[in-house]
């Protein structure tokens, strides 16, 4: 079995964090929303007491951001805190993942006994996908399987609310959809996320989980940055321009393959391993931290994953990257 790993592993073995230029975690490079620095520091003092375990606020921003009712939306301390919860309510107990994809995935079901099958009831679509970037086709699977099918679109915020597939959320039964809010507003240090999903999967999904999962800052957080539109849109300006840029330099670095992408990172293959260990290793070496792929299933040491970050960030890398190879 490969070893369940992640980005952003910017601590060092003290656990003290080291000022490395991050590109191993997709987080999006404007930073946390102002109005979200200004909502924590007005309301820090709120923690001294229990945060509100409906998360009214936070599923009423939600459901207005996603033009979803209150009643199909259930909130998780961060995305993969679904897929530990749902995953013990699963029977039978198999469940369905391409792959190459997020592998915690994986870990969540392995966590509660679940066994891989190609046959299984229940599928798991990352879309865009972790870690090729690439757009699935979801609506014609939707359209061509009876089962289970659970879509992650906790980068769909940087690709457009067009390639969503929450509309469907009560029009076809079985489909349940789960969304980051950490990456697209960059608070992935207070774990924020949602699911959307018929009725009766959200009340099993309140049952089953803890009271007060999502804290106090992270509901207020929340609120403030789903309410932030020109935050949003000026993230999707720079990304429909910067990843173009960086996919046509990338490309042009002999030894590389680069598969272009549709969200805010981007995977290409060197043509040894041995190579891109160098690229790895002479990168840290400058300080700037991208994601070895060598543990997704279906990839190998060969592929590498970096995020899109500033036009200077990313000149910087890309130059870097020349350099080695």
Sequence with gaps: MKPFEHGGRVYDADGRQKNWLDFSANINPFGMPSTVRTALEKNLYGIEHYPDPEARLLKAAIARRYDLDVENIAVFNG???????YFRLLEPKEIFIPTPTFSEYE???????????ATAENIILCNPNNPTGQL??????LHSTAATVIVDE??????GD????????GRREGLIVVQSLTKIYAIP?????????????IERLEQSKDVWNVNYLAQIAGVAALDNQKYLDRTRRWIE???????????AIDGLKVFEPTANFILFRCWTEAAAKKIIDGLKKNNILVRSCGNFRGLDGRFI???IRLRAENDLIIDCLKGLM
Excluded: C, Q, T
């Excluded at 870990?107 to 099958?117: F, P």
């Excluded at 321009?241 to 490309?251: A, I, N, P, Q, T």
């Design 136 to 141: 699935r086709l979801v609506d014609e699977i």
């Design 305 to 307: 994953r970096m995020a």
């Design 162 to 169: 067009e390639h969503s597939v929450k509309k469907f959320v």
């Design 154 to 159: 906790s980068f769909i915020d940087f690709v």
């Design 189 to 201: 240090g207070l774990r924020l996320g949602f699911a959307v999903a018929d009725k009766k999967i």
């Design 107 to 117: 870990r969540a079901a392995l966590a509660a006994g679940l066994k891989m099958s």
């Design 241 to 251: 321009v910067e990843r173009r840029y960086v996919f046509e330099r990338l490309s």
């Design 79 to 85: 995305a993969a805190e679904f897929f530990y919860v």
